[in-house]
């Protein structure tokens, strides 16, 4: 039997391209969407968060349950910005079959939204964060 890997930076990929592929996502996160967030990047943007999975075969394949945040991260006095930036990922995201390099995703699905506020050197920056959950099964060896 092949090799178990894990989705992980295929998800990645294929999240990060989908992202930067949306003329709407583009437009309200206007600084990128990024995995790792380069450093002295003023916002807004959006960051992927490291996915959780789980172990879920199917019909004799290696299979994984994963859920990814996705972190839209705006500044200022107005919530406004973040609620447009997460409202674009989750239409560019859900329901969505992305494609992916060694495993074959079967659906992607919206699970959760919640808000952080953050203070940093006086100014307010505000968290919406996507929760989806993804399903893929490994396709190659």
């Known amino acids: 039997m092949a090799l178990r890997r ?3 930076e295929a998800l990645f990929a294929a999240i990060i391209t989908a992202l930067r592929a949306d003329a709407t996502v583009v437009a309200t996160a206007t600084r990128g969407s990024f995995t ?5 990047t003023s916002a807004p943007y959006n960051k992927v968060q490291a996915p959780t999975a789980s172990r879920t075969d199917t019909c004799g394949r290696w299979g994984a349950s994963t859920v990814i945040d996705v972190d839209s991260v705006s500044a ?3 919530q406004a910005p973040g609620l447009r930036m997460r409202a ?3 239409s560019a995201l859900h329901a969505q079959t992305l494609a992916m390099t060694g495993h074959t995703m079967l659906g992607v699905q919206w699970e959760t939204s919640e808000y952080f506020p953050e203070v940093v ?3 307010k920056y505000h968290h919406h964060v996507a ?3 993804v399903w893929t099964e490994q396709s190659s060896t």
Do not use: H, I
Not at 36 to 40: A, C, I, N
């Open 36 to 40: 790792e967030v380069p450093q002295g």
């Open 88 to 90: 674009a990922v989750m």
């Open 121 to 123: 050197n006086g100014l």
């Open 76 to 78: 200022g006095d107005t």
């Open 131 to 133: 929760t989806f959950r």
């Open 6 to 8: 894990l989705p992980d």
